[in-house]
C-alpha cells in the first residue's frame, strides 16, 4: 500500500522522470529508509527509470549515531548503492556561528546534499518529509503567525528537491517498517521536547487527537491542498495585475544577486491603487522577489506601510524598508530601488 501510494506522489507531481539521476538523503530512521526501500523496489520492478546514490550524515551529537551510520552503510551495501557519508560537528559549527543546532544541522545537510549531487552529477534530491511534517509544519507556521501561504505546509516538489513521501502518513511508514522487517533506527532526539517540532508532534497533535479531532492529519493535509489551490490563483492574478502596471523594469537576471548595481522596477500609481488590498501586497512582494531573488528583510509592517504610502498618493516621498531597498512615490509612479 505504501509503495503504491509513494508511486501515485510519483506520478501525481511528476517527481521522476525517466533518466533522472536522485541522491537520497538517508537518516536510517523509519521514514527515510521506507522512501529508500521503496525507490530501490519501484526502480528494481521497472515501474520507474532512475539512477540513485545515497548521503548520510553523522551529526556527531548522538552517542547512537555511529550505530546509525552502521545500519544505512550495511542496508547500501545489501543493494549494490553507493552512499557518501559526512561526519559533521554541528555543535562546534553552531557555537562558532552563533546559531541554534536545529538551524546549524539543517544548514549543514542542505549543503551536503548539494555538495553530493554536484559529485554525482544528480538533478535531483529526494527527502523523507511525510504528511505527518506537513502537518507539523503548518501547525508551527500558524503558532508563527503565518499568512496564506504558511497553510500550504511541505511542496511535494522544490526545486531539485522532490518528497515522494508527503502524502504517506507516519503510522502507514511504521506500519511498512514492521511488515518488511527493515528495524529502522530511532533518533532519541525526536522525543526531546525542548524542540518547536517536538513539542507539536508529541504534544499538541496528541492532544488535538485526543480531545478535539482523531482525523486532524487527514484534516490539515486537506487544508494544505486548499490553500495551495487558492494561492496557485492568487499568484496568477498577481502576475497579471503586476504585467499590467509595469512600466519599467531596469536590471538584469545577472544582477540580481549583485549588490554593486542599482536596479529598479517601475509601477504605474493608479492602476495599483486600483486593485484589491491582497493584490497589492503580493504586487509589491513579487517586484521585491524580482530585484532582490528573495523577499528576506522584508516584514509584514514594511508592506503595509509601503501600501499607505501608494494609497495616499503623494509625491517625492518614500520609504526605506532596509538600508538597500527604497520605495519612492515619484510622477504618478511607485519607484521600488535595490540601493547599491
Known amino acids: ?23 537520497v538523503a538517508v537518516s536510517g530512521g523509519p521514514d527515510s529508509i521506507t522512501l529508500l526501500d521503496c525507490l530501490y523496489n519501484l526502480k528494481e520492478n521497472k515501474k520507474l527509470d532512475f539512477e540513485m546514490v545515497v548521503c548520510h550524515i553523522n551529526h556527531g551529537l ?7 551510520e552502521k545500519y544505512v552503510l ?42 553530493v549531487a554536484k559529485e554525482t552529477n544528480s538533478n ?12 507539523e509544519t503548518i501547525i508551527m507556521n500558524i503558532i508563527r503567525g503565518s499568512g496564506l501561504s504558511g497553510l500550504k505546509g511541505i511542496e511535494a516538489i522544490s526545486g531539485k528537491y522532490i518528497r515522494p513521501l508527503i502524502e504517506t502518513s507516519r503510522a502507514d511508514i511504521e ?19 525542548v524542540y518547536t517540532r517536538n513539542k507539536v508532534r508529541n504534544i499538541v497533535i496528541p492532544y488535538i487527537k485526543r480531545e478535539l479531532n482523531p482525523n486532524i492529519i487527514e484534516t490539515i493535509n486537506r487544508l494544505s491542498i486548499i490553500a495551495k489551490d487558492d ?12 504585467n499590467n502596471m509595469l512600466l519599467e523594469e531596469n ?5 540580481v544577486y549583485n549588490n554593486e548595481k542599482e536596479a529598479k522596477i517601475i509601477l504605474d500609481l493608479k492602476k495599483f491603487n486600483n486593485e484589491n488590498k491582497a493584490i497589492e501586497k503580493r504586487v509589491i512582494l513579487h517586484a521585491i522577489n524580482k530585484l532582490f531573488g528573495t523577499t528576506k528583510g522584508i ?5 503595509e506601510d509601503i501600501i499607505k504610502l501608494c494609497n495616499n498618493n503623494i509625491g517625492n516621498k518614500f520609504l526605506t524598508p532596509n538600508k538597500k531597498t527604497k520605495v519612492e512615490i515619484k510622477n504618478k509612479t511607485i519607484v521600488i530601488k535595490r540601493l547599491k
Open 299 to 303: 516584514e509584514k509592517i514594511h508592506i
Open 175 to 193: 506500519i511498512y517498517c514492521e511488515d518488511k522487517k527493515l528495524n529502522p533506527r530511532h533518533d532519541e532526539s525526536n522525543d526531546d521536547n
Open 1 to 23: 500500500m505504501v509503495e503504491e501510494g509513494i508511486l501515485n506522489t510519483i506520478k501525481k507531481y511528476n517527481l521522476i522522470e525517466d533518466g533522472d539521476k536522485i541522491v
Open 124 to 135: 535531483k534530491i529526494a527527502i523523507a518529509h511525510n504528511s505527518n511534517d506537513n502537518v
Open 62 to 68: 548522538r552517542e547512537n549515531a555511529k550505530i546509525d
Open 231 to 242: 494561492l496557485n490563483y492568487l499568484e496568477l492574478q498577481t502576475e497579471v495585475a503586476y
Open 74 to 115: 550495511d542496508y547500501c551495501n545489501k543493494i549494490n548503492i553507493k552512499c557518501f557519508v559526512l561526519h559533521a560537528k554541528v555543535k562546534e559549527e553552531a557555537e562558532k556561528q552563533k546559531r541554534g543546532l536545529e538551524e546549524m544541522g539543517r544548514i549543514i545537510r542542505y549543503d551536503f546534499f548539494d555538495e
Open 251 to 255: 536590471f538584469s537576471k545577472e544582477n
